[in-house]
């Protein structure tokens, strides 16, 4: 989360807490006696205020208190008989590879916080911070005094609405700690049933010495138990309750409703179960036999040189949903020279999208579009298929050639034959008479008679 989001968030419960706190004693109770200091008022108030200081005090070691954090060169000591966490694929210790540390047990990373944290619980928004083993207690504290004092401030102004409904007194409510009545409803109703039923949820996770990360964890086993996946799975860190609270709230239990530093260092927790290295959460045996992800050796194509089949056929362009290409608003400007045998004329579409079939997955015939270099676009890369550049520089002079109004080609409007017999007959005027051997009258032809293509 932002810093600034966070300071939000904080000063919105800051503001939750303070709203109801001050205004129901300013405009409701105080009033309500006559505005003198009495033994009544100050018996009544007294239980309120302390409350009220022991929620905020609570609320400020959550955010102001650090969770735990795995020390650098920590190492799981794996002859110890009091147990490490392990891998469910190979067995070895837990390993971060954000933090580059072994990860203690019960430890997990926080993706807001970037670090691993010992014991997490949750990451918690109204805080923000991470809820871990060093401020668990404190956390466990501010709920508790949440709702006991959601309670008492409810009982206090319902008290006062009962007193002016019988008519105990003769002043009546004003208008201004009547609005200020229904406000501090409109505050601590929703308050005390949203906290209380996340209270209720922790308490039990408290008594049962789980995380709520474990506890997803506890669901998953529960699920593969009644589907008749794995047998049951006893939690290796539930120890009784007594000693599962004392083991977050301190032993003495005179001092569990007062901030105290939770006992141990955070790395190493008591098994219920005498086993050096547990596996929890249970893998699910279909998994058990499943291989490592592997890479392969090359991301292109398959060993015996074909294509990769999961690989989708595309153009070298984007196309969108309708077989549209994504268009820039902005005119492009094409960085090669117009003679380059890759130009394209800006703004124009020369190679138009063509429909894609799942039947032709590895046709990559060109017909009708000469110049479009066809990929293959997958999650393991690119496949550009081979272009012959001879063929592609003959379609480009001969669409040179093609286009209309660059070349001024000269064709002729007779054929060479038929313009010797057109100068046989047209021009010398008489046929020859063979028999005879006598020409008739023949003129004088000049070199301007003689047509072009003779010359």
Partial sequence: ??????????GFVLFLILFPVLTCQVYI?????????SVELI?????FNVLAISLLWNYYLCIVTDPGEVP???KPDTQSSEGYEVKRLTGSPRFCRTCQKFKPPRSHHCKQ???????????????NNCIGYFNYGHFIRFLFYVDVTCSYHLAMVSYRVMATSGRWYHDQPTGAELIFVILNYVFAVPVILVVGGFSLYHFHSLMGNTTTIEGWEKDKAAMLRRHGKIEEVKFPYNLGVRRNIASILGNNPLLWCCPTVPPGTGLRYQLSVADEHHNWPPRDPALANQLPFKLPDSPWTYENGDVNPNLRPSNSQLR????NRHKSTQDPVSVLPPYHLDYEVPGVDTHPGRPYSPGNDSDY?????????R???????????PVNREQMLQEYVQDRINEAGRYQVYEPEHSLEASDDDFEKDEFGENIDEPSGEVGNVRTMSDDDVPLALR
Avoid: K, Q
């Fill in 320 to 323: 969108g949903v309708n077989g």
């Fill in 29 to 37: 109770i105080w009033p309500w006696y006559g505005r003198e200091l």
């Fill in 113 to 127: 916080c970037n670090r691993c944290v010992l014991r997490m619980d949750h990451h918690c928004p109204w805080t």
């Fill in 375 to 385: 990929v293959r676009r997958g999650s393991e890369g690119y496949e550009v298929r």
């Fill in 43 to 47: 018996t009544l108030l007294f239980p």
């Fill in 1 to 10: 989360m932002h810093p600034i989001l966070g300071r939000i968030a904080i």
């Fill in 72 to 74: 650098d060169g920590w």
């Fill in 365 to 373: 015939s060109e017909e009708g579009y000469s110049g479009a270099i």
